[in-house]
């Protein structure tokens, strides 16, 4: 079992920069690949950012290519969303997920892919 606890949400105003962190613990061998969904109310949820356990293999959506970066820092078991140049439409809850096996490509941001998930970190962008 993999536990992930996101921090950083907040509120923020259009162009404004977030970093999100996702802290893992448990059997931290099985968050091999991990990845960053979004949920905007009304709306499904969609993959944002997922990258493979050795950091180099990252995948984006194409709505934030360009403006987030994910990364993860093995040492410390924790994930990174590096948000920058925000817009109102980057309104949502922000989970992070994680799962044993490796995928590849866009397959990482498919939802149905992963096993484990935190609880969300709310991110609101005004304009």
């Known amino acids: 079992q993999v536990q992930l606890v996101e921090s950083g949400g907040g509120s923020v105003q259009a162009g404004e920069s977030l970093r999100l962190s996702c802290a893992a613990s448990?059997?931290?061998?099985?968050?091999?690949?991990m990845a960053w969904f979004r949920q905007a109310p009304g709306k499904e949820r969609e993959g944002v950012a997922s990258i493979n356990q050795g950091g180099g293999g990252t995948t984006y959506a194409d709505s934030v290519k360009g403006r987030f970066t994910v990364s993860r820092d093995n040492d410390k078991n924790t994930l990174y969303l590096q948000m920058n140049s925000l817009k109102p439409e980057d309104t949502g809850m922000y989970y992070c997920?994680?799962?044993?096996?490796?995928?590849?490509?866009?397959?990482?941001?498919?939802?149905?892919?992963?096993?484990?998930w935190g609880q969300g970190t709310q991110v609101t962008v005004s304009s």
């Open positions: 448990g059997d931290t061998n099985s968050a091999y690949y």
């Open positions: 997920a994680a799962d044993s096996r490796a995928f590849l490509g866009r397959s990482g941001l498919m939802r149905t892919r992963y096993m484990y």
